[in-house]
């Protein structure tokens, strides 16, 4: 009966994952820890500008999780690069405002654009390789763009770009708004992270979507159905790039800074274990994920301060986690329980 009851309840928190309801409540739960301290004397450990940053980099990574679900999630190949298209967003977006003097929305796009582009050849081995031969192909070429930005001047080597233009809607600055000047970026991450996810849903039942899902489940058989495996797995890296590209643009411009920090394989890594512990082809799985693996590193920092560790633990623990979810739930926590959203 207890295993039963688990089951149960379990079956319902899935339930209300993948339902309308949820979206509501969690924008609503974000949007009132945003604008609450404009109006009453809230507590600063709930509504301070940290809590805010770390709200506004859990919906970035939801963004990034989602479109890395395009490439590892719809058609199964399993990318260790992705982060080259969330850097190379940053870094065109940070050239194109900073040096031609480009108005930052156009710069946005193009980020999006360009990322999507170099999405082709990044993308091109999957259509020979797969499995770990593609892991390392992908980790290599992402190595490839964080060298490229180390050893160029226009993108200012391992110093990177700082005093980047602060995007602005009608003339009015994001840092012009609300109590911290954080709450417009934490308003439009979540904005284009709920619009990326309706997108995604609504992609999942069509044409598309279908063909996605039969080259991950048997790329032969797809093929023998008449299905072009190779453009519809290169739609998918451009779909990945492009969604990559936009969030990484935001992200920039929000710290107005970038760096070839935002290539590092270490990022692909953590975008990749959000995506296995949030479950993979699960949206409500990909902001799960994202948030846990930013809020639980940012404890681990206090607790390293705490001990006096002389290492980061953080890296470790993402290896752990990795581990114990091929081991204990390959799916993910939200992921491949799709029977219980009919």
Same mark, same amino acid.
């Not at 190949?77 to 480009?102: D, E, K, M």
């Not at 770990?132 to 763009?145: H, K, Q, S």
């Given at each position: 009966?207890?295993?039963?009851?688990?089951?149960?309840?379990?079956?319902?928190?899935?339930?209300?994952?993948?339902?309308?309801?949820?979206?509501?409540?969690?924008?609503?739960?974000?949007?009132?820890?945003?604008?609450?301290?404009?109006?009453?004397?809230?507590?600063?450990?709930?509504?301070?500008?940290?809590?805010?940053?770390?709200?506004?980099?859990?919906?970035?990574?939801?963004?990034?999780?989602?479109?890395?679900?395009?490439?590892?999630?719809?058609?199964?190949?399993?990318?260790?690069?992705?982060?080259?298209?969330?850097?190379?967003?940053?870094?065109?977006?940070?050239?194109?405002?900073?040096?031609?003097?480009?108005?930052?929305?156009?710069?946005?796009?193009?980020?999006?654009?360009?990322?999507?582009?170099?999405?082709?050849?990044?993308?091109?081995?999957?259509?020979?390789?797969?499995?770990?031969?593609?892991?390392?192909?992908?980790?290599?070429?992402?190595?490839?763009?964080?060298?490229?930005?180390?050893?160029?001047? #226009?993108?200012?080597?391992?110093?990177?770009?700082?005093?980047?233009?602060?995007?602005?809607?009608?003339?009015?600055?994001?840092?012009? #708004?609300?109590?911290?000047?954080?709450?417009?970026?934490?308003?439009?991450?979540?904005?284009?992270?709920?619009?990326?996810?309706?997108?995604?849903?609504?992609?999942?039942?069509?044409?598309?979507?279908?063909?996605?899902?039969?080259?991950?489940?048997?790329?032969?058989?797809?093929?023998?159905?008449?299905?072009?495996?190779?453009?519809?797995?290169?739609?998918?890296?451009?779909?990945?790039?492009?969604?990559?590209?936009?969030?990484?643009?935001?992200?920039?411009?929000?710290?107005?800074?970038?760096?070839?920090?935002?290539?590092?394989?270490?990022?692909?890594?953590?975008?990749?274990?959000?995506?296995?512990?949030?479950?993979?082809?699960?949206?409500?799985?990909?902001?799960?994920?994202?948030?846990?693996?930013?809020?639980?590193?940012?404890?681990?920092?206090?607790?390293?301060?705490?001990?006096?560790?002389?290492?980061?633990?953080?890296?470790?623990?993402?290896?752990?986690?990795?581990?114990?979810?091929?081991?204990?739930?390959?799916?993910?926590?939200?992921?491949?329980?799709?029977?219980?959203?009919?």
């Amino acid at each position: 009966m207890t295993t039963l009851a688990t089951l149960l309840r379990r079956q319902s928190l899935v339930r209300f994952a993948y339902s309308p309801r949820a979206a509501v409540v969690f924008s609503a739960v974000i949007l009132l820890i945003t604008f609450l301290d404009s109006f009453i004397d809230a507590p600063d450990y709930i509504f301070s500008p940290y809590f805010k940053h770390i709200i506004f980099v859990s919906l970035t990574y939801s963004i990034v999780t989602l479109s890395l679900n395009f490439v590892s999630g719809y058609v199964g190949q399993t990318s260790l690069g992705h982060a080259a298209f969330f850097g190379l967003g940053g870094y065109v977006s940070a050239l194109l405002t900073q040096l031609y003097h480009v108005p930052y929305w156009p710069a946005f796009l193009a980020a999006g654009v360009v990322a999507a582009l170099v999405g082709i050849p990044l993308g091109a081995p999957a259509l020979r390789v797969k499995g770990p031969f593609l892991v390392v192909v992908t980790y290599a070429c992402g190595e490839v763009f964080r060298f490229i930005a180390l050893n160029l001047e #226009v993108t200012g080597g391992p110093a990177g770009l700082p005093g980047l233009v602060t995007p602005s809607i009608a003339g009015v600055s994001f840092t012009d #708004v609300g109590a911290t000047g954080k709450e417009l970026f934490i308003v439009t991450a979540l904005v284009f992270a709920l619009a990326l996810a309706f997108f995604m849903s609504r992609l999942e039942d069509s044409r598309i979507g279908h063909a996605f899902a039969a080259i991950r489940e048997d790329e032969i058989a797809a093929a023998a159905m008449g299905i072009n495996t190779a453009y519809y797995k290169l739609l998918a890296f451009c779909l990945g790039a492009f969604f990559a590209g936009l969030a990484g643009s935001l992200f920039v411009h929000y710290l107005s800074f970038v760096s070839p920090d935002m290539l590092s394989s270490t990022e692909s890594i953590m975008m990749f274990t959000m995506v296995v512990v949030g479950g993979a082809r699960s949206i409500p799985g990909s902001f799960l994920g994202a948030f846990l693996l930013t809020f639980i590193p940012e404890g681990l920092r206090y607790f390293k301060d705490f001990v006096h560790l002389p290492f980061d633990p953080w890296l470790v623990f993402f290896g752990f986690v990795l581990m114990v979810m091929m081991r204990v739930r390959p799916q993910g926590i939200l992921g491949a329980d799709t029977v219980f959203r009919r």
